[in-house]
T-cell receptor, first 112, second 113 residues
Framework: KAGVTQTPRYLIKTRGQQVTLSCSPISGHRSVSWYQQTPGQGLQFLFEYFSETQRNKGNFPGRFSGRQFSNSRSEMNVSTLELGDSALYLC???????????FGSGTRLTVV | GDSVTQMEGPVTLSEEAFLTINCTYTATGYPSLFWYVQYPGEGLQLLLKATKADDKGSNKGFEATYRKETTSFHLEKGSVQVSDSAVYFCALSGAGNNRKLIWGLGTSLAVNP
C-alpha cells in the first residue's frame, strides 16, 4: 500500500514569504503529526491532527499552523518565514493505536 | 517533562562487529518506546518498538528490550553490515491522546567494510 506522501520534496523561499507543505497519510490512518528536523535542535514536534481536530501542539510560534481535511490529508503553513525555519519537515501518520508512526520522506525547506 | 537520552555519536564499527546504542528515558506513566532509523537523504523508518515492560522489539537483526527498572531501551545488533550505516533515533510516546513522539538526538553509525 502507498506510504506517506509529502509534497514538495524541496522548496526554496525568501525571508518574509509564506509556505504551505502537504502530507497525504496512509489510507485509513486518521492521525497526522508534523515534526521539524534541524541539525541543531534535532527532531521537534509541531502538531498533531486527528479527525480534522488539532489534538496536540508543540512549542512553536503562531507563524506555524496546520489543518487536516476530511480525507485525513494535512497541510502545514509557515508565514513570515525566517532563516531559522530552514529545516526538514516530516509528516507522520498513524492508526492511533500506539503502534508507531509511518513517516514520509520530508520536505526540505530552505529560507534565503 | 518526558525526555530521551541516547549516546552521542558518531559510532564507527567494522563490518560484523557488535553494536550497542544506549537509550534511557524519563517519563510519567508507561510510555511506548521506539527505535527509528534514518538513511541519508531519507525520512524516518520505524525499526522496532516495545509497548510494555520486558517487551523485546526486534527487526532486521536489531533488538531492544523495554527495561522499566533501569528506564532503558538499548539497541543491539550482533553483526553489523555496511548497509546499516545510518542515524538511529530512540523515541517515546505517551499514553492516551498524548501520542506525540519525544526524541533523542540521534546516533550516527558508520560501518566500514
Amino acid at each position: 500500500k502507498a506510504g506517506v506522501t509529502q509534497t514538495p520534496r524541496y522548496l526554496i523561499k525568501t525571508r518574509g514569504q509564506q509556505v504551505t507543505l502537504s502530507c497525504s497519510p496512509i489510507s485509513g490512518h486518521r492521525s497526522v503529526s508534523w515534526y521539524q528536523q534541524t541539525p541543531g535542535q534535532g527532531l521537534q514536534f509541531l502538531f498533531e491532527y486527528f479527525s480534522e481536530t488539532q489534538r496536540n501542539k508543540g512549542n512553536f510560534p503562531g507563524r506555524f499552523s496546520g489543518r487536516q481535511f476530511s480525507n485525513s490529508r494535512s497541510e502545514m503553513n509557515v508565514s513570515t518565514l525566517e532563516l531559522g525555519d530552514s529545516a526538514l519537515y516530516l509528516c507522520a501518520s498513524s492508526q492511533d493505536r500506539g503502534d508507531g508512526y509511518t513517516f514520509g520522506s520530508g520536505t526540505r525547506l530552505t529560507v534565503v | 517533562g518526558d525526555s530521551v537520552t541516547q549516546m552521542e555519536g558518531p559510532v564507527t564499527l567494522s563490518e560484523e562487529a557488535f553494536l550497542t546504542i544506549n537509550c534511557t528515558y524519563t517519563a510519567t506513566g508507561y510510555p511506548s518506546l521506539f527505535w527509528y532509523v534514518q538513511y541519508p537523504g531519507e525520512g524516518l523508518q520505524l525499526l522496532l518498538k516495545a509497548t510494555k515492560a520486558d517487551d523485546k522489539g526486534s527487526n532486521k537483526g536489531f533488538e531492544a528490550t523495554y527495561r522499566k527498572e533501569t528506564t532503558s531501551f538499548h539497541l543491539e545488533k550482533g553483526s553489523v553490515q555496511v548497509s546499516d550505516s545510518a542515524v538511529y533515533f530512540c523515541a517515546l510516546s505517551g499514553a492516551g491522546n498524548n501520542r506525540k513522539l519525544i526524541w533523542g538526538l540521534g546516533t550516527s553509525l558508520a560501518v566500514n567494510p
